[in-house]
């Protein structure tokens, strides 16, 4: 005579549906699923920040005086915020140009326009994110995957120029703007 020894941890699984089985002879069973959704989106929490740079143009007095002081604009920064939740999302930066809100016609060797690249930046958990924009072009930047994150967007200035030329007085205006697209 042969003994039969099942481990005590089978009988313990076992149990429940032999139960079940026992009792409820002839069930039968459906079952029902449950799914949804979640849209790919993208948002700009800070969606808006002031660069103040009080002034444009070399003082100093040398032979650069009037001109623009390209280290005036270079390096300055602003942080916005955002996130998307799809995986393929993007980012695309696009410089304007710096320029004078209210002057008519220009004497030679003088501008109203400073151009500079403008450089967005997240920071997922997997490493930094850059797309760039220039004011030299009238088109976004390219756009870059950013996937999903959700952080700080740091918008720094570079490169800026004014080809040598000598800033005519007064405000001046630019921006950046940076657009998050959503992708799944």
Known sequence: MRKLLVPAAVLTLMAP??????????????????????????????????????????????????????????????TLAGFCIGAASTMQAQAFPIVSTGVGALPSGFTTRVDYTATATVHPILGDISATGSSLSAAPGTPVTVGAFSSDIDVTLSNASSNGAKLISGPYQGSVDVTLTPAS
């Not at 002839?26 to 948002?43: F, R």
């Not at 070399?58 to 604009?73: E, I, K």
């Open 17 to 78: 549906s032999l139960a079940l089985a026992q009792a409820a002879p002839g069930s039968v069973q459906g079952t029902v699923d449950v799914t949804g959704v979640v849209s790919s989106q993208c948002q700009i929490s800070v969606s808006s920040a002031v660069i103040n740079i009080p002034e444009l143009s070399d003082v100093t007095g040398g032979a650069t005086a009037g001109q623009l002081a390209p280290g005036t604009v270079n390096g300055q920064r602003a």
